[in-house]
């Protein structure tokens, strides 16, 4: 059975950083792209970065531009997102999860597969 854990969020103030993990199970992902969503409440979930099977091509959104790094341990099956910088806008359920299209259509949440449960991230202003 594959499953997805994200973990590693919490409440934190503005400007202070946060590394996320997402440990996957059940098979190897690493043939497959990877990626990061956040929802905030009362919002639709929305991309934020995302990264090839290697590891060296990763796709973010303007938002966390220069703030957000994406990498991932295919020994681990683990997918990383190093968040710094971070905002009150920031605040959201982070989800990771794996892309079905091949990175065709990286930013559409509607191409992945295999959710985790999220973990929350709560930044104070």
């Known amino acids: 059975q594959v499953q997805l854990v994200e973990s590693g969020g919490g409440l934190v103030q503005a400007g202070d950083s946060l590394r996320l993990s997402c440990a996957a199970s059940?098979?190897?992902?690493?043939?497959?792209?990877m990626g990061w969503f956040r929802q905030a409440p009362g919002k639709e979930r929305e991309f934020v970065e995302a990264?090839?099977?290697?590891?060296?091509?990763?796709y973010y959104a303007d938002s966390v531009k220069g703030r957000f790094t994406i990498s991932r341990d295919n020994a681990k099956n683990t997918v990383y997102l190093q968040m710094n910088s971070l905002k009150f806008e920031d605040t959201a359920v982070y989800y990771c999860?794996?892309?079905?299209?091949?990175?065709?259509?990286?930013?559409?949440?509607?191409?992945?597969?295999?959710w985790g449960r999220g973990t929350q991230v709560t930044v104070s202003a």
């Open positions: 990264i090839n099977w290697s590891g060296g091509i990763t």
């Open positions: 999860a794996v892309d079905r299209s091949g990175g065709s259509y990286i930013r559409n949440r509607q191409s992945y597969d295999y």
């Open positions: 059940g098979r190897t992902f690493n043939r497959d792209y």
